[in-house]
């Protein structure tokens, strides 16, 4: 009887725990601020810019393009939607990795700006050696508002590094975006969160930090108010949580339009 092949849990990282709070989480782990995070991530990205890997996530370099089509329609169509003009916040997207991965694909739009909003040592770091006309590196979100108008807020692979990620989200959501595009989510059919401990493939870096796995049923009976589920797929992450295998999804968060 031939067996049922092993899916490839790339980058091999491990969750483990049922945490009662973040801070219980936190101190259980190292955190995202490792500087080994940054460093491992600015190498990685610079092999892109120089033409010596396809696209760069988590820190891992790809040989092969492997484009996000999902997102890339989403993003066309917030465009096409707003006279071909795409201005995107990317909330915690390290040093662009996204931006990087999509730019071929978005080139020809007559408008294209790409924001990240990150952690002081990115931000410094994006500014210093990956910024251009497009790509800009912000500390806060209300700073990026003082300089751009995004119409789209991603947040790819971060909601669930957030200590209260739900009340972020009903705060981004206060702000004058069109779309609200999470990717890179983890969802269980639980009835409610589960905060673990990620621990990362120690070949990709060593480091620990809090992560959610969030509930389905939760996410789409608490949307913010005045949002609308517009739609949604799988993104390309599996890992595997107490054996089972869990496929992390994207959703597409539309504002509602009043009736008049």
């Not at 600015?42 to 990205?45: E, F, N, S």
């Not at 996530?57 to 092969?64: E, G, I, L, P, Q």
């Given at each position: 009887?031939?067996?049922?092949p ?5 980058p ?10 973040f ?18 991530t600015?190498?990685?990205?610079h ?7 396809a ?18 329609a ?22 662009g ?36 006309e ?21 947040l ?92 992390f ?12």
């Open positions: 009887m031939n067996e049922t092993i899916p490839d849990y790339s091999g990282v491990v969750y483990s725990g049922d945490y009662a709070t801070a219980e989480a936190r101190a259980c782990s190292t955190g995202y601020e490792e500087g080994i995070i940054l460093e491992r600015r190498v990685a990205l092999k892109v810019v120089r033409g010596e890997a696209y760069e996530r988590d820190s891992v370099t790809f040989d092969k393009l492997e484009l996000p089509f999902p997102l890339l989403l993003l066309t169509r917030a465009a096409a939607e707003n006279d071909g003009r795409l201005s995107v916040l990317d909330f915690g997207g390290a040093l990795s996204s931006y990087f991965l999509c730019r071929s694909f978005l080139k020809s739009l007559p408008t294209l700006e790409w924001s990240i909003v990150e952690q002081p040592a990115h931000v410094a770091c994006g500014q210093q050696e990956f910024a251009n497009t790509l800009r590196f912000y500390p806060t979100i209300q700073e990026c508002l003082k300089h751009r108008r995004p119409n789209v807020l991603l790819s692979g971060l909601l669930q590094c957030l200590p209260e990620p739900w009340e972020f989200l009903r705060d981004a959501a206060t702000h004058d975006f069109d779309w609200i595009i999470l990717d890179r989510t983890p969802f269980i059919p639980a009835t409610r969160d589960r905060l673990t401990v990620e621990t990362v493939a120690p070949r990709i870096y060593p480091a620990s930090y809090p992560a959610w796995f969030f509930s389905l049923p939760r996410f789409q009976n608490n949307l913010p108010a005045g949002w609308v589920i517009d739609a949604e797929f799988d993104a390309l992450d599996r890992q595997l949580l107490d054996g089972v295998e869990i496929i999804k994207g959703f597409a968060l539309r504002r509602q339009t009043a009736v008049t």
